[in-house]
C-alpha cells in the first residue's frame, strides 16, 4: 500500500567522502530501515583529513526539493545537518513551516570535530532565533551547546544549564553531547533534558579511536528515523545512542585518518 514504509528526510549538506552530512544521514536511515529522502543544501570537498573546500546550492533548487518532495512522499520526521549561510538557513526555515514534514531534528552543525566552520560566523544568529524555535530535539555537541547557550561548560550543572538555556531559546527537547577530546576518559556522557522537564544521562564507554567521523550525524538521524517510526522521544533517543555506540566500537578502517564510524554494526 501507499506510503507504508516510514519515510523521513534529511536537509543536510554533502559530504563527497561519505562519512559524514547527508550520507551518513542516508546509511543511518536504511540501517533503521526508515526510507531516506534527501534536500541537499551544500556540497562539501572532503575526505578523512579535512575538507577542502564546499559551495552551497541556489536557494531556489532548495525550493523545487522541497516542493518535489512534498507533492508525492509522505515524510514523518526531517532533520537539519549543514546550513552554510543565513541565505540557506532562512530558505530552510521557510520551507520546513510550509510543508508538512513531522518532527524536526536539528543538528546544529557549527564547527566540525577538528575545527572546520561549517557555518559562517554570521549566521550564528539566525540559527538562533529562527531554526532553534522550531526544534522538537536539538542535539549540539559541547562546544555548539556553550556557542548557542552563550555560557562556558565546566561542571555538569553548566551541563543542565545550558540544556535549560536551549529550551528557553524554544527547542523542546535537548540532548547535549558529551566531549571526547581526553585520551584518559573512560566514558562518554551525553545529557537530555525532555519537553516535561525530566532529564537523564545517558552513558557509553569512550572507545579510543580517530574513526568517529560522521558520529553526530549519525545520532541525529538516528533519532530522526525513530521518530518517523513513531517511537517515543525518549525511547528514539536511547535508540540512536546505542546504534551510535556499536558504529563507533566496531571500527573500519576506510580513508587515512578521520575515517568514517561503521553504520553495519549490529546494535
Ligand atoms: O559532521 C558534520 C558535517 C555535516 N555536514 C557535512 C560535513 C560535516 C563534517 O565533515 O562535511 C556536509
Known amino acids: 500500500m501507499l506510503n507504508q514504509i516510514p519515510q523521513a528526510v534529511t536537509i543536510a549538506g554533502s559530504d563527497s567522502d561519505g562519512s559524514a552530512g547527508m550520507q551518513a544521514d542516508l546509511h543511518t536511515f536504511f540501517r533503521h530501515e526508515v526510507y531516506g529522502a534527501s534536500i541537499l543544501t551544500a556540497c562539501v570537498a572532503g575526505n578523512s583529513f579535512g575538507i577542502h573546500d564546499s559551495v552551497n546550492l541556489p536557494t531556489s533548487f532548495i525550493d523545487s526539493e522541497f516542493k518535489a518532495l512534498a507533492e508525492d512522499y509522505q515524510i514523518k520526521a526531517a532533520k537539519t545537518g549543514m546550513l552554510s549561510d543565513s541565505k540557506l538557513i532562512n530558505t530552510v526555515v521557510t520551507n520546513y513551516k510550509k510543508y508538512n514534514f513531522g518532527p524536526l531534528v536539528v543538528d546544529p552543525v557549527i564547527t566540525t570535530k577538528h575545527g572546520n566552520e561549517l557555518l559562517d560566523a554570521s549566521a550564528y544568529q539566525t540559527l538562533r532565533d529562527t531554526l532553534i524555535p522550531l526544534a522538537y530535539v536539538i542535539?549540539?555537541?559541547?562546544f555548539e551547546a556553550q556557542k548557542l547557550a552563550e555560557m562556558s561548560i565546566t561542571s555538569e550543572d553548566d551541563i543542565k544549564l545550558a540544556a535549560q538555556k536551549l529550551q528557553q531559546l524554544g527547542a523542546k527537547n535537548i540532548v547535549i553531547k558529551g566531549a571526547h577530546n581526553d585520551p584518559n576518559q573512560t566514558e562518554v556522557k551525553d545529557y537530555v533534558l525532555l519537553e516535561d522537564q525530566s532529564d537523564f544521562w545517558l552513558t557509553a564507554p569512550y572507545h579510543p579511536t580517530d574513526r568517529v567521523n560522521g558520529t553526530g550525524d549519525t545520532l541525529s538521524a538516528s533519532i530522526t528515523a525513530e521518530l518517523a517510526k513513531g517511537a517515543s522521544v525518549?525511547?528514539?533517543?536511547?535508540?540512536?545512542?546505542?546504534?551510535?555506540?556499536?558504529?563507533?566500537?566496531?571500527?573500519?578502517?576506510?580513508?587515512?585518518?578521520?575515517?568514517p564510524i561503521n553504520h553495519w554494526a549490529k546494535f
Open 139 to 142: 542535539t549540539p555537541n559541547f
Open 234 to 259: 525518549e525511547a528514539a533517543i536511547r535508540t540512536a545512542k546505542r546504534f551510535v555506540d556499536a558504529a563507533i566500537a566496531n571500527e573500519i578502517i576506510v580513508g587515512h585518518k578521520f575515517g
